[in-house]
């Protein structure tokens, strides 16, 4: 079965200043079909670039390695091959509904511009069948949604269009960024019922990106955990969270607050801080904060190791 | 503020060649004006009646040639120039004045006195100015001093609001309101906090303001309606040169390249001066 | 929004009066008049001629006849051309002038706003460097060194342009002209687009766009270029402003009967009606510009239709 997106040594590279800031840092890894995978991490562990650059979005920046989706190689390919596949089998979703929609067109437009594109289709079909796809979202009154612009719609409303839009060619995969940060707390479980709907009618693989444990937690079949641009631990959700074996994750875990059992004293924190872009990197970038670092920690770097349903790249994993 | 931020800005400058280079040609412009004199001793009255239309050549008497009533077209070029710069120049320094105290005040004083005169601004900067100039005209007649008064009116728009931006941002500050509270008057706190911090953006408006007053003047003398005869500026070396140009094509190209090169240079540095001082209009 | 336009229009109704009473009141306050040009006439002479203009009157009766003939059209007599109405020239010259700033205007946008997305597109490569040098000597060199210039190159050494004159109909005879009066517009405008394109490009909304899969133009054309041109609208009547004065120069320069050399003439003559006749028509021609700039912000930006 050949795994919807395969990336192996993937690097992705900034020019700053006099020197190269590695946002992503040599990373693999496999999502299969259907299959929903979590990537937690702090800002600046790369999750987001590294997803960029999948997309083709990664800007000025130096991408190095292979990408392949759907077993075709997206790297080094001609602008009108990538074209071919993002926004319809390949699609992504952003962090901010407030300003990822052009403010000049409406909706329907924006909509039916996808189906245009892609499927051939006149642009009274497009819209017809964009209005479908705002009920299956879940937006009421549809029709009249269609001709609104933007600036109408509530954040939530918009999210909701933006996956909408995603959805419309019926994509192999969907990568969602941050998709709830930007919205209030009830809104955000809505949007997280609705990705959850729409991999069970669908079918669709999810790579749903967060900062919040909490919110992969709910969906993800398995979770990534991103730290200083690299994988350092790739598990399937339940043995993540009930035995993680690096530090960094268990770290994690302890800083969500509970809301069952007792009050702790006080919140519990990850001690320092992530290693800024441009630092130079130790050879395990946890070390300087890992209350389990040895010498080697800091001369030799740790290799993502594991079987198939959990991998570790960690010197002196916790199980 | 200004040591450091000052070499920082030389700095940015030098390391942008067309400004640098656009700097030199003016400067060779304006020695060229000033030495000229001696190295032709042509003068700009003189009618060399043996020489009437001579076309340009080194090895001439004439080396730009002359024109339709047989003056050096050398001469009369590099007093053009000079005319137009000290114009520029002059004017500028009156625009600049009447701007930085009319931005500086409306910035300082805040409020409805600052909301009506950026009024005024706006209602002047949407009147083309040239219309302005061509209606004092028709009521006062031509007259130099007309001139001065209306080329001075060009540059002090743009100064005006941006030293008013500045002043805003500056009297938010803190130690304005240590000044005002020991007891300072207005004037003393416009002139001792106020000017010196909008010292970077007058220079590089200023420098932009030349050439647009020297573009403006030029204009008008091209139209008859400025420097009148026997002075003559470029911008009348160039009206009488369109006349003859097909005859005696030089009587045009040489005020022309004059003109547009200096005017083409002044931009670039003030220009590469923005940037390496990288203001904002307020 | 028609409520908007209109209650804009009603707007600049007031604006145009002001602009025309006190035209109106400076030049008859002003020392001297039309027929001082001339040597002194005899006071007889003088007399009858005031009478027949009408300057005889008071400065309050002729105000309301000049509005009354206004409202019909006319412009009254020309001082200085004395076979001819204000009407009549300019309605002999201003279906030129048009031509040549429509042309001018037309070439400055459409030139301009794809040569500076194009800048935006190859930031900082040296294409970028290449268009903006060219926008520089635009905006620095006046129109009345370029035409002669061009008419020197195309017409007296290529011998491909005529250098000056006109026919009516005549194309070849506007080329130049437009080149000329469109330059520093058409530099203007592709230095604003550039910029501005280049914030847009950086927008979140871009970047949907692309991760849509829409090609490159599409992404431009549909998504980008709206919003870039904001402050393009907003150069738009100091674009206008900026032809009209070039006009004066150009149609001077090009032989061009246009009522650009009207202005210069009118001054020169001390003739009152016809620079009366030619503020009003060019405050107008300001005015209409402002208030189709308003209707542009509308379309350019759905945010500003509702809000109004």
């Known amino acids: 079965m050949v795994p919807t997106l395969s990336i192996d040594e993937l690097s992705v590279s900034f020019a700053h200043r006099s020197s190269t800031v590695e946002a992503v840092d040599r990373v693999s890894l496999r999502i299969a079909p259907a299959e929903c995978v979590g990537v937690v991490g702090e800002s600046g562990s790369g999750k987001t670039q590294l997803f960029l650059a999948v997309m083709g979005l990664a800007g000025k920046a130096d991408v190095s390695g292979s990408i392949r989706f759907e077993g075709k190689e997206l790297l080094g390919g001609a602008a009108a091959a990538i074209n071919r596949v993002r926004g319809s089998k390949l699609t992504m979703i952003f962090q901010d509904p407030m300003t990822s929609l052009t403010p000049h067109l409406s909706i329907g437009t924006q909509l039916a511009e996808v189906l245009v594109c892609h499927s051939g289709r006149s642009w009274v079909e497009a819209r017809a069948l964009a209005g479908e796809m705002l009920e299956r979202v879940r937006i009421p009154d549809p029709r009249r949604r269609l001709s609104q612009y933007p600036h109408e719609l509530s954040g939530g409303m918009r999210q909701r269009v933006m996956l909408a839009m995603s959805l419309l060619c019926e994509p192999a995969l969907v990568i969602a960024d941050e998709p709830t940060t930007a919205l209030d707390v009830t809104i955000q479980a809505q949007i997280i019922e609705l990705l959850r709907a729409m991999r069970v009618e669908a079918g669709t693989a999810l790579a749903l990106i967060s900062h919040d444990l909490a919110v992969v937690a709910g969906l993800a079949d398995r979770i990534l955990v991103m730290y200083a641009g690299r994988i350092v631990e790739n598990a399937v959700a339940g043995e993540l969270f009930r035995q993680p074996r690096h530090p960094y994750t268990a770290e994690l875990l302890k800083c969500v607050p509970s809301l069952s059992g007792p009050r702790p004293p006080r919140l519990p924190t990850l001690a320092g801080q992530p290693p800024q872009p441009g630092d130079a990197l130790q050879a395990c970038p946890f070390a300087p904060r890992c209350p389990r670092a040895a010498d080697r920690c800091r001369i030799e770097r740790p290799a993502l190791l594991g079987g198939s349903t959990s991998q570790v790249a960690c010197h002196f994993p916790l199980a | ?282 | 929004m028609t409520r908007y336009f209109f209650t804009r229009l009603a707007g600049a109704v007031p604006t145009l009066f002001i602009i025309i009473t006190l035209t109106f009141f400076l030049m008859r306050a002003a020392p001297g008049g039309p027929f001082d040009q001339e040597q002194a006439l005899p006071p007889e002479i003088a007399a009858n001629l005031e009478s027949a203009y009408g300057l005889d009157q008071p400065v309050w009766v002729q105000y309301g006849h000049y509005l009354k003939s206004l409202l019909h059209g006319e412009f009254g007599p020309s001082f200085k051309y004395k076979d001819f109405t204000v009407t009549e020239l300019i309605g002999q010259g201003f279906p030129i002038t048009l031509q040549l700033g429509l042309m001018a205007m037309a070439v400055a946008l459409l030139v301009g706003v794809p040569l500076g997305t194009f800048a935006a597109l190859h930031h900082n490569s040296a294409a970028d460097y290449a268009t903006m040098s060219i926008a520089v000597v635009g905006i620095a060199i006046p129109s009345f060194v370029v035409l002669p210039f061009l008419g020197l190159l195309f017409g007296v050494y290529l011998h491909w342009l005529p250098v000056a004159g006109w026919e009516p109909g005549s194309i070849r005879h506007l080329v130049l002209p437009v080149l000329a009066l469109a330059l520093p517009p058409l530099a203007y405008v592709a230095r604003l687009t550039r910029g501005s394109m280049l914030e847009v490009l950086r927008s979140h909304y871009i970047r949907t766009a692309f991760a849509k899969g829409l090609p490159l133009r599409t992404v431009i054309v549909r998504h980008a270029l709206r919003p870039a041109l904001t402050p393009v609208a907003s150069y738009l009547v100091p674009a206008v402003a900026s032809i009209l004065t070039g006009s004066l120069v150009v149609e001077t320069i090009a032989g061009l009967p246009g009522i650009g050399r009207y202005l210069v003439q009118g001054a020169i003559n001390r003739d009152y009606t016809l620079v009366l006749g030619m503020v009003i028509i060019y405050s107008t021609l300001l005015i209409g510009m402002g208030l189709i700039v308003d209707l542009l912000y509308a379309w350019l930006d759905p945010r500003v239709r509702l809000a109004k």
């Open chain 2, 1 to 282: 503020m200004t040591g450091g931020f000052a070499g920082d800005a030389v700095r940015r400058l030098r390391a942008n060649p067309a400004a640098v280079l656009a700097l030199g040609v003016i400067c060779a412009v304006v020695v060229a004006t000033l030495l000229g004199p001696w190295l032709n001793p042509n003068n700009t009255e003189t009618l060399d009646w043996l020489h009437v239309a001579a076309r340009p050549g080194l090895q001439s008497a004439h080396w730009f040639g002359t024109d339709r009533l047989g003056r050096d077209l050398y001469a009369r070029t590099l007093a053009g120039t000079r005319v137009s710069i000290a114009i520029g120049v002059v004017a500028s320094i009156l625009s600049i004045l009447v701007g930085v105290s009319y931005g500086a005040v409306a910035g300082y004083v805040g409020g409805r006195t600052d909301h009506a005169m950026m009024r005024i601004i706006e209602i002047l900067s949407g009147l083309p100015l040239i219309f302005f100039v061509i209606f004092l005209t028709v009521i006062f007649g031509r007259s130099e001093s007309l001139l001065f008064i209306s080329i001075g009116a060009v540059g002090w728009l743009t100064m005006a609001r941006v030293v008013r931006g500045q002043t805003l941002s500056i009297r938010q500050q803190d130690y304005i309101a240590a000044a005002i509270a020991s007891g300072a008057s207005s004037g003393r706190i416009i002139a001792k906090h106020v000017v010196p911090n909008v010292i970077g953006p007058v220079v590089v408006y200023a420098t932009l303001t030349v050439p647009q007053i020297i573009l403006f003047e030029s204009f008008l003398s091209f139209l008859g309606l400025g420097i009148q005869e026997p002075g003559a500026s470029l911008g009348t070396l160039i009206s009488e040169g369109v006349g003859e140009m097909e005859a005696a094509p030089w009587m045009l190209l040489v005020p022309g390249s004059f003109l547009a090169v200096l005017l083409l240079c002044l931009n670039i540095f003030g220009d590469g001066l923005r940037d390496a001082l990288d203001v904002r209009e307020g």
